[in-house]
């Protein structure tokens, strides 16, 4: 028996939360957003499952040929775009479609020969100030990709919503008028909407939506309003030991947590080693064969504590549940004082991840 922590990948799960977004979204075409290993869940596994999809997202150059070396043929827009010459030849060499937001990149472009096009998703920037132009430079830079050789023909225009998850905040309405006003009028596709964008923001449904967080099952929206999405990833490990102490006994580093009475321990063999989040606070639930108990003093590497007090059969090597169904992430990222987010990406090279598909009828 096995004592390591595994995830497990539900597919069919990720093919329900598809259509999810094809509900909210009908008459828009879905790019994938598949970065940093699809958040975790494993970038060619996660691929493979949305073979159907218009088109995938990924943030760097090198995950975008990572997918072109495992076959996959649909159209890939590096978020990030390229920095310098050499990354740009990388990304025409291997077919992958650019974001463009620096005056850097332009003039990048402009130097640049060679008979492969390379196709531009042209970025505003409406507010996050991250990557994209202003408002008073877009049309300017518009003209001047148009007239570079090397750029296909027309331009994608994009912009990101830095506030979408606050449904209660005119911001994101004004971010996407200034988009929409200053994109009027020119050629090409326009894309907007990330999760909460598609979920919340009727107005930011364009040509093409950007779901990420939402394929993987998790809600985007800081509120707790419970979708139909169904949990991709669980996250599993087993008891290793179990022990009695008295009242008045700290437990793990520090000795932060401090029985009120005799308790009966468990081990968990899962620790911020494997990517469970080191300020998960006391009272945090984990699932004993399916119940919650209380997560009980600080996470360690390899390991936690958790108090079964409460549970009537336990033995060593019952299952542990982190997160996943019946304990949503979002949950323990609550607890962690975190977004479910960083919690799935999280997840470290030595937690064996492994696919599942069950029919969600
Ligand atoms: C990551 C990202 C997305 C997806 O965001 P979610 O909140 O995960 O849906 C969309 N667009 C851009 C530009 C991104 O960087």
Redesign the pocket.
């Known amino acids: 028996m096995s004592t390591a922590a595994y995830a497990v990948i539900d597919t069919l799960a990720i093919k329900h939360n598809l259509s999810v977004i094809s509900q909210y979204a009908p008459q828009c075409k879905i790019?994938a957003?598949i970065?940093?290993n699809a958040?975790g869940h494993g970038l060619l596994t996660v691929a493979g499952v949305l073979q159907d999809v218009d088109a995938f997202?990924v943030?760097r150059v090198d995950e975008g040929i990572q997918l072109r070396q495992a076959g996959f043929t649909q159209s890939i827009t590096v978020?990030?775009g390229f920095v310098g010459e050499q990354e740009l030849n990388s990304m025409i060499q291997h077919n992958l479609d650019t974001?463009v937001h620096s005056e850097h990149q332009v003039e990048v472009l402009q130097r640049q020969q060679g008979k492969n096009l390379i196709s531009v998703w042209l970025?505003l920037d409406v507010g996050m100030n991250r990557?994209g132009f202003k408002v008073d430079d877009f049309t300017v830079i518009y003209q001047r990709l148009l007239k570079c050789a090397l750029v296909n023909r027309p331009l994608g225009l994009?912009t990101?919503l830095s506030c979408?998850?606050k449904v209660n905040d005119d911001i994101t309405l004004n971010q996407i008028a200034t988009f929409k006003d200053v994109v009027s009028g020119l050629a090409g596709e326009k894309?907007i909407?990330?999760?909460?964008?598609?979920i919340a923001w009727p107005e930011s449904l364009t040509d093409w939506v950007?779901?990420?967080?939402?394929?993987?099952g998790?809600s985007?929206l800081s509120d707790d309003r419970r979708l139909d999405l169904a949990p991709v990833m669980s996250l599993h490990s087993k008891l290793i030991a179990i022990k009695n102490i008295n009242s008045g006994e700290a437990v793990g580093y520090s000795g932060d947590w401090v029985s009120e009475k005799p308790t009966r321990l468990g081990i968990v063999a899962i620790g911020y080693g494997d990517g469970y989040p080191r300020y998960a606070r006391n009272g945090t639930p984990v699932l004993v064969n399916g119940k919650r108990v209380p997560l009980v003093g600080r996470v360690s590497m390899d390991m936690i504590t958790v108090d079964l007090s409460t549970l009537a059969h336990v033995k060593i090597g019952d299952p542990v549940t982190l997160w996943g169904q019946g304990l949503l992430v979002e949950e323990i990222a609550r607890c962690a004082q975190t977004i479910p987010?960083t919690l799935t990406c999280g997840i470290t090279q030595r937690v064996e991840i492994k696919t599942f598909s069950e029919d969600h009828g």
Do not use: C, E, Q
Not at 210 to 216: E, Q, W
């Open positions: 790019m957003v970065k940093a958040y997202a943030a978020l990030n974001v970025k990557l994009m990101h979408a998850d894309s909407a990330n999760s909460a964008g598609i950007r779901p990420g967080i939402m394929l993987y998790i985007p987010y």
